[in-house]
């Protein structure tokens, strides 16, 4: 199963962007969802995570200017990108899985099993 990721596109460095994801919900305490992000010329990582009860895990590198939420009610996911670099140009992708989130496994790609397919975020100069 692949959700479709929504909101990418071009930005100006210090603005912002907003990234959504229509995934369903579950009501698993266990539901965990997660950002990711492709960079040119580097592997997949891990940007953010948020649990069903709504606890949150960020990479240090994107605390504060990064959001992540869940509006289960709509099935959808965010990704509020503020204060943007051009280190920030990438593929962003939303994932889930059914697994507790925890702070030592929350960037694991291995433990999320959908996928978005992913959408183009170009943050210029």
């Known amino acids: 199963v692949h959700y479709a990721d929504f909101g990418g596109g071009s930005a100006q460095a210090r603005g912002s962007l907003n990234l959504s994801c229509s995934a369903p919900?579950?009501?698993?305490?266990?539901?965990?969802v997660g950002w990711f992000r492709h960079a040119p010329g580097k592997g997949r990582g891990g940007l953010a995570a948020?649990?069903?009860?709504?606890?949150?895990y960020y990479a240090d590198s994107f605390k504060g200017r990064f959001t992540i939420s869940q509006d289960f009610a709509k099935s959808r996911m965010y990704l509020q990108m503020d204060n943007l670099k051009p280190e920030d140009t990438g593929m962003y992708y939303c994932?889930?899985?059914?697994?507790?989130?925890?702070?030592?496994?929350?960037?694991?790609?291995?433990?999320?099993?959908?996928w978005g397919q992913g959408t183009q975020v170009t943050v210029s100069s």
């Open positions: 919900g579950s009501n698993s305490g266990e539901y965990a």
């Open positions: 948020i649990r069903r009860d709504g606890v949150t």
């Open positions: 994932a889930a899985g059914l697994f507790r989130l925890v702070p030592s496994n929350w960037a694991d790609e291995g433990l999320y099993n959908t």
